[in-house]
């Protein structure tokens, strides 16, 4: 039978890519304004469970979080066709190199 010979195969360091390690918390702003867009949408959704709760007496019980969900996703909805209908109107956004 042939001889199997192992050749030792030293590793080379292979450079990590330039871009800086970003832990939790540190995210570009325009990661951090989809963030807090979305935690409005998700509060107005909440405002309006509860305003439908207060003036009209509503009283979904253990639906009311499902009643959250979709009066957050009509929220965002509405936000979409504002930016439609005034979108021309609204300030410019700064770019993300900043």
Known sequence: MAEEIHVPIEAEE???????????????????????????????????????QVLVGLNAGAWTPVLVAVASVLANIGRKWLEVIIGSYALPTPPDSL
């Not at 450079?15 to 998700?42: H, N, R, Y």
């Open 14 to 52: 292979v450079p990590v890519a330039d871009k800086p390690e970003k832990t939790f918390l540190m995210l570009p702003a325009s990661q951090w304004k989809k963030i807090g867009i979305g935690l409005g949408v998700a509060m107005v959704g909440a405002g309006l469970v509860y305003l439908a």
